[in-house]
């Protein structure tokens, strides 16, 4: 794997061009379920240039691209069949020893075409560096366990709540919530860049538009649960917690076709009650998130105010009318700050 790293590493050197600036808000934190997503309307950031060539040529190579959504999917399972039978070939009594070279010359050949492709949508998409390839994911993930400070009385058994996942690469992880804003910039933005993210969805301010979110799963990304209507999950009865999540678990299989194995409570808060109802329908994990980003700054759950390997960054689908500030322009906030630090977007599924 390692070997992987630093060939990629010399594939894309040189890539990344001045190094970004962030800002930061404090953010307090205290036990599990006591943080509440931030409301306060950050500032206004200015958008830099024409990102997305707003005028009919530009929404048909838009939809031109869309044709690759599974593409890259695609490419991630090609490059863990490259690795893996590149493995097995040098198991192999008689095979040749360059096997495993091989897969990963053509893994690096394949992320150097991908890191031309994002080199140019950054320049189009305002970027101040372009996006860092992440490694190949484990062949194996890696063990998640509650963090300390967040477990529930008896969790033994329950779901998972955790803010990094367990790992060494340099790498972390883009989660968006809710779903009340549907920018089709966003979803040519981050096809363009191809960068991974997972969105974690509430029913009441999805069903207006599920055809958003079905051209993003299209794309790959993976949707999850968020409850049916975001209430604060503890002050509800075991009963009308698990009609919440439960209920969303079941919609979201009917829209969408499969069945959310992650699930982030509202506001970050829940109690024994809200793991219960979760498992019962086939949750897995609870991510909550190490960081949060807004068009203009990043707030930190963590002491030392920075990124470590493995984060989850939190952000929400929203527009100017609440940010001051576009989904494109909280992209190119939260890639300034990740690229600059030398961390590389990765897919959460992949690891979790």
């Given at each position: 794997?390692?070997?992987?790293?630093?060939?990629?590493?010399?594939?894309?050197?040189?890539?990344?061009?001045?190094?970004?600036?962030?800002?930061?808000?404090?953010?307090?934190?205290?036990?599990?379920?006591?943080s509440a997503s931030a409301s306060a309307a950050p500032a206004h950031g200015q958008e830099p240039g024409s990102p997305g060539r707003e005028d009919r040529k530009g929404e048909a190579a838009g939809r031109e691209r869309d044709g690759d959504a599974g593409a890259r999917e695609k490419g991630r399972e090609r490059d863990r069949a490259d690795s893996a039978e590149g493995r097995k070939r040098a198991g192999e009594k008689g095979a040749p020893a360059a096997g495993p070279a091989e897969a990963l010359a053509a893994y690096a050949k394949r992320v150097k075409k991908i890191q031309a492709a994002r080199a140019a949508a950054a320049r189009r998409w305002g970027l101040r560096q372009t996006p860092l390839p992440a490694p190949l994911p484990p062949d194996e993930k890696p063990t998640i366990t509650t963090r300390k400070g967040f477990e529930v009385d008896r969790h033994k058994g329950l779901p998972p709540v955790f803010t990094t996942v367990p790992t060494?690469?340099?790498?972390?992880?883009?989660?968006?919530?809710?779903?009340?804003?549907?920018?089709?910039?966003?979803?040519?933005?981050?096809?363009?860049?191809?960068?991974?993210?997972?969105?974690?969805?509430?029913?009441?301010?999805?069903?207006?538009?599920?055809?958003?979110?079905?051209?993003?799963?299209?794309?790959?990304?993976?949707?999850?649960?968020?409850?049916?209507?975001h209430p604060y999950l503890p002050a509800l009865s075991y009963a009308k917690q698990k009609a919440e999540i439960c209920g969303q678990q079941a919609r979201i299989e009917k829209r969408f076709g499969k069945r959310p194995r992650l699930f982030r409570p509202p506001y970050g808060s829940y109690n024994r009650d809200t793991l219960r109802a979760a498992k019962s329908c086939g949750v897995k994990a609870v991510p909550l998130w190490a960081a949060?980003?807004?068009?203009?700054?990043?707030?930190?759950?963590?002491?030392?105010?920075?990124?470590?390997?493995?984060?989850?960054?939190?952000?929400?689908?929203?527009?100017?009318?609440e940010w001051k500030g576009s989904m494109p322009d909280m992209i190119r906030n939260v890639m300034k700050v990740v690229t600059s630090k030398g961390y590389a977007v990765a897919r959460l599924e992949d690891y979790v």
């Amino acid at each position: 794997m390692w070997m992987c790293v630093l060939l990629v590493t010399a594939v894309v050197s040189g890539c990344a061009a001045e190094p970004g600036q962030h800002g930061g808000g404090a953010r307090a934190t205290g036990k599990a379920g006591a943080s509440a997503s931030a409301s306060a309307a950050p500032a206004h950031g200015q958008e830099p240039g024409s990102p997305g060539r707003e005028d009919r040529k530009g929404e048909a190579a838009g939809r031109e691209r869309d044709g690759d959504a599974g593409a890259r999917e695609k490419g991630r399972e090609r490059d863990r069949a490259d690795s893996a039978e590149g493995r097995k070939r040098a198991g192999e009594k008689g095979a040749p020893a360059a096997g495993p070279a091989e897969a990963l010359a053509a893994y690096a050949k394949r992320v150097k075409k991908i890191q031309a492709a994002r080199a140019a949508a950054a320049r189009r998409w305002g970027l101040r560096q372009t996006p860092l390839p992440a490694p190949l994911p484990p062949d194996e993930k890696p063990t998640i366990t509650t963090r300390k400070g967040f477990e529930v009385d008896r969790h033994k058994g329950l779901p998972p709540v955790f803010t990094t996942v367990p790992t060494k690469q340099k790498v972390v992880f883009l989660t968006i919530d809710d779903g009340a804003e549907k920018d089709p910039k966003l979803l040519r933005m981050m096809s363009e860049l191809q960068i991974p993210y997972s969105a974690f969805l509430s029913d009441y301010v999805v069903r207006d538009d599920y055809g958003y979110f079905e051209k993003m799963q299209d794309r790959g990304v993976r949707l999850h649960n968020h409850t049916l209507t975001h209430p604060y999950l503890p002050a509800l009865s075991y009963a009308k917690q698990k009609a919440e999540i439960c209920g969303q678990q079941a919609r979201i299989e009917k829209r969408f076709g499969k069945r959310p194995r992650l699930f982030r409570p509202p506001y970050g808060s829940y109690n024994r009650d809200t793991l219960r109802a979760a498992k019962s329908c086939g949750v897995k994990a609870v991510p909550l998130w190490a960081a949060e980003a807004f068009p203009d700054h990043m707030e930190w759950r963590e002491w030392d105010r920075d990124l470590h390997p493995g984060d989850i960054i939190l952000t929400h689908f929203r527009g100017r009318t609440e940010w001051k500030g576009s989904m494109p322009d909280m992209i190119r906030n939260v890639m300034k700050v990740v690229t600059s630090k030398g961390y590389a977007v990765a897919r959460l599924e992949d690891y979790v």
